[in-house]
């Protein structure tokens, strides 16, 4: 996460006395100056927060990610602050997400279209899983916090988290209004199509255009090792069809050769990336959507139900009828708990 995140977070009531004083230390060990992180903005590692909180657990790491969150800015993300104040629509601010590893490089997100909403994807990747709860959380508490100062009306927007409801959390106003679940097959934004027309109060289109392209320049910079994984993940989403290997290489203007090198490079392949994306879109057309099974199957590119299903339960354990009911009946126990 970038620095402006962790200078706001010390300045802040979420870390008590001892805390603030251990990352001061840690700073100094590291021979890293604070400010100058923040005017340069550069990232922090995640892991100094496992050696900060030597015992932190996942509940914690949770806790603090929201509680952080909460107290987010618009100022808070420095290369996305502006653009992110000029955006004309929550369309056009939620579309910023894809830059996420500009300030959080181990969190990305992916944007899946669906009948009547969009779910935006956030996928945790810094190895720990503990640790994987602050930026999700952060992320989940500072949207709702900075759409609504954006917004120039209420949203309708609700922020499913894959993990168990953390301790504490059953009286947060968020979750008792129903913004914020737990227990979902995957980390997931949904937001109605209508709510993503909302207009934004300090709309400035130049500016965000002019901003939208240097994000743009600076997401190369990152590397190819990013960029190919990205670029795989999005030519899998956009496609009818199962693309194979060769067809995504080619309009990827590279050998096949090359593809397998740079993702082994990127500690994959071709075919988890593929996968990974499919499972993805399966869930949540399973989750959020009344389309059949049929048509679920043709919509990610399967000949028949029959390969899909296998393909499904290969990657849940589960078929996908069953995920389906599953789904359902957890949701009915708690729209029941909920009204008990």
């Not at 909403?117 to 602050?134: K, W, Y």
Request: hydrophobic residues 45%; negative net charge.
């Amino acid at each position: 996460m970038t620095a402006h995140i962790l200078a706001q977070l010390m300045d802040s009531s979420v870390l008590d006395a001892a805390a603030v004083a251990r990352f001061r230390a840690l700073l100094q060990r590291e021979g890293r100056d604070l400010p100058t992180m923040v005017r340069q903005g550069e990232q922090t590692p995640l892991s100094w927060f496992g050696e900060v909180f030597d015992d932190l657990d996942a509940d914690q790491a949770a806790t603090m990610g929201y509680a952080a969150g909460e107290q987010a800015r618009l100022t808070s993300f420095t290369p996305l602050s502006l653009p992110l104040v000029s955006a004309a629509n929550i369309h056009e601010a939620l579309r910023l997400l894809a830059f996420l590893p500009l300030i959080a490089n181990v969190l990305t997100a992916r944007f899946i279209d669906r009948e009547d909403d969009v779910a935006i994807v956030l996928t945790a990747s810094s190895g720990d899983p503990i640790l994987d709860r602050f930026p999700v959380f952060y992320c989940a508490a500072a949207l709702m916090r900075l759409l609504r100062l954006l917004a120039s009306e209420p949203l309708d927007l609700v922020i499913h988290i894959a993990w168990p409801q953390p301790a504490g959390f059953d009286q947060h106003p968020e979750c008792q209004a129903g913004r914020l679940r737990f227990d979902a097959p995957l980390h997931h934004i949904v937001v109605p199509r209508s709510t993503l027309l909302a207009d934004c109060r300090f709309a400035d289109p130049i500016a965000y255009q002019t901003e939208l392209t240097t994000l743009q320049d600076r997401m190369v910079t990152l590397g190819a090792t990013h960029d190919i994984t990205e670029r795989v993940r999005h030519l899998v989403d956009t496609q009818h069809s199962l693309i194979a290997i060769d067809d995504a290489a080619r309009q990827l203007h590279m050998t096949v050769s090359t593809l397998k090198r740079r993702l082994s490079e990127a500690n994959t392949s071709f075919r988890a990336l593929r996968e990974s994306v499919l499972k993805d879109r399966a869930m949540l057309l399973l989750t959020g959507t009344s389309l059949s099974l049929e048509s679920i199957a043709s919509a990610l590119g399967y000949s028949d139900l029959a390969n899909f299903s296998h393909a499904f339960k290969r990657w849940t354990g589960t078929a996908p009828g069953a995920f389906r009911k599953g789904l359902t009946a957890a949701s009915v126990r708690c729209e029941s708990s909920g009204m008990d």
